[in-house]
């Protein structure tokens, strides 16, 4: 830096768009206190923002002035990286009396985060447990005097994540978010390159079910969520972004897969399925039959007052004749033996220990119409309408 000669005139004109000229010292007195004059020099106490531009200097009878410095302000800004949900540590500068805040996301006048003497200002620590997107910004710390000591930008980082699956062997994937479900938007980008949302502010879309079936779920966990991919598939492969409300990227996962499905799982599993189909046709199957046997080998009880009759006509076979009604006829019979003829036939179709002693012929004739044959499956029953033609009298019976 040049000298500047002893009772000359200093101005400073700032670097800021559109600021004018002003002069700070008249003959090398100091008009601010910012700056003082010694030993053809001028020092400048506690550099900001503010003091960045050129300084000149003139004498009282010329209007020319001489630029003897060019103050250009270092960026003396600490940058941190933090990532989504983790913690955010400032450490404050000795001499700090207040530290203020302005987002980059809303622009707007800095806020005041701390202050010295405060209550839950103990030490000179600062601190976020869980970063956001709305944590992101310039810190700055002042002194007393509002003097800027110290700046710190913060940026809100996604966190990244890269799996591998070998598709030979069933795998889930799960990676947490740290945002409560209903926050969160869901991108997939396949292979191809094509994005498809799958959740937005934590509520399912088509593209979800289209593509994964119900494969994919959004859980609520303590310290946030998480996406669980089950049963890992091909088409799984691409990547996974998770965003808050205000659009910033949160978590990032990359899944890759390797290998492919073997056949054989596909074929053990259609194999149990058509096992369990079959063992469910024989149960039913057996059952069946067993219902079956049961109702052939149930008892058949003729109810009581009931009889059962055969008779065997000459050259004709066996039929089963339906039991008679009893009355007081039928019981009048039974009181008598049955005859026999020569071939042993019985004359009687009732079962009896009595029987006429003359007469020839059958007992009883069960009435046929005309056309009908000696078939069991084509006899009528026999009516109780019509017994007095089909029963044989006689004087010689004794009835009482």
């Known amino acids: 830096m040049s000298k500047v000669p002893l009772l000359s005139y200093i101005y400073f004109t700032p670097s800021a768009p559109g600021a004018k000229t002003h002069m700070v010292m008249n003959m090398t007195q100091s008009l601010d206190p910012h700056y003082t004059y010694k030993d053809e020099t001028v020092f400048i106490a506690e550099l900001t923002e503010r003091d960045e531009g050129i300084l000149s200097w003139s004498r009282q009878e010329s209007k020319k002035s001489t630029e003897f410095l060019q103050l250009v302000m270092k960026d003396c800004t600490i940058d941190e990286a933090v990532q989504y949900g983790e913690r955010l540590e400032i450490f404050l500068p000795g001499r700090a009396e207040v530290l203020e805040f302005s987002p980059s996301l809303r622009p707007s006048e800095p806020q005041e985060v701390w202050r010295q003497g405060t209550a839950g200002s103990t030490g000179r620590l600062w601190a976020v447990d869980a970063v956001t997107s709305a944590h992101e910004g310039n810190y700055t710390a002042r002194n007393l005097r509002g003097l800027e000591l110290q700046k710190t930008r913060v940026t809100v980082i996604a966190t990244s994540l890269s799996t591998m699956v070998d598709l030979t062997i069933p795998t889930d994937v799960m990676f947490p978010i740290p945002l409560p479900k209903f926050q969160a938007t869901i991108t997939f980008t396949d292979a191809s390159g094509r994005k498809h949302i799958l959740y937005r502010e934590g509520i399912e879309s088509l593209s979800l079910f289209s593509i994964f079936d119900d494969r994919v779920s959004l859980q609520i966990q303590p310290s946030g969520s998480r996406v669980l991919v089950r049963d890992v598939r091909p088409g799984d492969a691409g990547t996974y972004e998770v965003r808050d409300l205000s659009g910033h990227l949160v978590v990032r996962a990359e899944l890759v897969t390797t290998g492919s499905p073997q056949p054989f799982q596909y074929v053990f599993i259609a194999l149990v399925v058509v096992a369990v189909v079959l063992l469910v046709l024989c149960c039913c199957v057996c059952k069946c039959c067993c219902c079956r046997k049961a109702s052939s080998k149930a008892p058949h009880t003729p109810s ?24 007081p006829l039928m019981d009048a019979l039974t009181q008598h033996p049955q005859p026999a003829d020569a071939e042993g036939t019985s004359l009687y179709p009732f079962p009896s220990n009595a029987s006429p002693q003359v007469d020839e012929g059958p007992s009883f004739q069960p009435k046929r119409r005309p056309g009908d044959s000696l078939d069991f499956l084509s006899i009528l029953p026999l009516s109780t309408d019509t017994l007095h033609a089909s029963v044989y009298t006689s004087h010689k019976l004794d009835f009482p």
């Not at 059962?308 to 004709?316: F, I, P, Q, V």
Request: overall charge positive.
């Open 304 to 327: 009581p007052g009931t009889a059962t009759a055969s008779y065997s006509g000459s050259g004709a076979e066996s039929w089963y004749r339906p039991p008679l009604p009893r009355g």
